[in-house]
T-cell receptor, first 114, second 112 residues
Framework: NAGVTQTPKFRVLKTGQSMTLLCAQDMNHEYMYWYRQDPGMGLRLIHYSVGEGTTAKGEVPDGYNVSRLKKQNFLLGLESAAPSQTSVYFC?????????????FGPGTRLTVT | EDKVVQSPLSLVVHEGDTVTLNCSYEVTNFRSLLWYKQEKKAPTFLFMLTSSGIEKKSGRLSSILDKKELFSILNITATQTGDSAVYLCAAVLSGGYQKVTFGIGTKLQVIP
């Protein structure tokens, strides 16, 4: 039981490049979330999903797209990376019956855009 | 605009000291308050507080919520080096997807 895993752990992109961050959970959770964490800003929700095939915007969705084709996976895409997207990205998941406090976080992906 | 403010931003104490971390919030439709511990990687859940005046306790950590004054404190007694981490406070809002607004955290360093 690995919990929530994220790949890659680190990535450096040049401005304008694209990439996809993968989040996988093996707890059969319904809800999945993508956050970014920046110095002095706290964790901010980018997008979330309440089930397979559904996604919704969070607080800071611009410049990102997501997909939830399989229940266990939640993908975060950057189509044209910008330096402002340099951040640490965390994925989280929780079960349908669980409260939001029962989010399980992944280990994070550190992304640098030059 | 919903906001959560934590203080102090950083703190250095010696092992054995007692520390108090503060969290104030201004949000619409407050539901509950969360505390997390973040050591280098993923945040891990510590407490959820929903009712005023009821202390939650886990070992040397305890927390309480004051819904009238809109703040919470996290106490750590007899600190150990393993308590060194960033402590995050977050307010959960009612409705919708239960939006969670995080503070920027308090960085605690416990030195031997």
């Amino acid at each position: 039981n690995a919990g929530v895993t994220q790949t890659p752990k680190f990535r450096v992109l040049k401005t304008g490049q694209s990439m996809t961050l993968l989040c996988a959970q093996d707890m059969n959770h319904e809800y999945m979330y993508w956050y970014r964490q920046d110095p002095g800003m706290g964790l901010r929700l980018i997008h979330y999903s309440v089930g397979e095939g559904t996604t919704a915007k969070g607080e800071v969705p611009d410049g990102y797209n997501v997909s939830r084709l399989k229940k266990q996976n939640f993908l975060l895409g950057l189509e044209s990376a910008a330096p402002s997207q340099t951040s640490v990205y965390f994925c989280a998941s929780r079960g349908l019956a669980g409260g939001v406090y029962e989010q399980y976080f992944g280990p994070g992906t550190r992304l640098t855009v030059t | 605009e919903d906001k959560v403010v934590q203080s102090p931003l950083s703190l250095v104490v010696h092992e054995g000291d007692t520390v108090t971390l503060n969290c104030s919030y201004e949000v619409t439709n407050f539901r509950s308050l969360l505390w997390y511990k973040q050591e280098k990687k993923a945040p891990t859940f510590l407490f959820m507080l929903t009712s005023s005046g009821i202390e939650k306790k886990s070992g040397r950590l305890s927390s309480i919520l004051d819904k009238k004054e809109l703040f919470s404190i996290l106490n750590i007694t007899a600190t150990q080096t393993g308590d060194s981490a960033v402590y995050l406070c977050a307010a959960v809002l009612s409705g919708g997807y239960q939006k969670v607004t995080f503070g920027i955290g308090t960085k605690l360093q416990v030195i031997p």
